[in-house]
Nanobody, 122 residues
Framework: KLQMEESGGGSVPAGGSLRLSCTVS????????MGWYREAPGNECELVGK???????EYGDAVKGRFTISQDKAKNTVYLQMNNLKPEDTAVYYC????????????????WGQGTQVTVTS
């Protein structure tokens, strides 16, 4: 059974940093891409970044240069290091593994964890 559990969210002032973690079970990173997504209240889901099975990492334009994705295959965990946070980064952050879980046209589909809230205060 596919399961994902996010953690590490919190409230920080603008310019601060947070490190999110996503521990998965039911599949391995060798078989599936992993992505971080976010969803602000009333907004559509947005891809933050994705790490592919070949190790290539892609980032959304809004977070390039500030966020970094990494993974620890031994721990089945993917991380999102977020630096220089801005108020517009405030959202619930989810990890997902397309196509089992994906954000398509602003809507999340498939299996997701509970997400972790990130709040950035100005």
């Amino acid at each position: 059974k596919l399961q994902m559990e996010e953690s590490g969210g919190g409230s920080v002032p603008a310019g601060g940093s947070l490190r999110l973690s996503c521990t998965v079970s039911g599949f391995t990173f060798d078989d599936s891409d992993m992505g971080w997504y976010r969803e602000a209240p009333g907004n559509e889901c947005e891809l933050v970044g994705k790490i592919r099975t070949d190790g290539v990492i892609e980032y959304g334009d809004a977070v390039k240069g500030r966020f970094t994705i990494s993974q620890d295959k031994a721990k089945n965990t993917v991380y999102l290091q977020m630096n220089n946070l801005k108020p517009e980064d405030t959202a619930v952050y989810y990890c997902g593994s397309p196509p089992m879980s994906d954000c398509v046209a602003g809507t999340r589909f498939g299996s997701w964890g509970q997400g972790t809230q990130v709040t950035v205060t100005s």
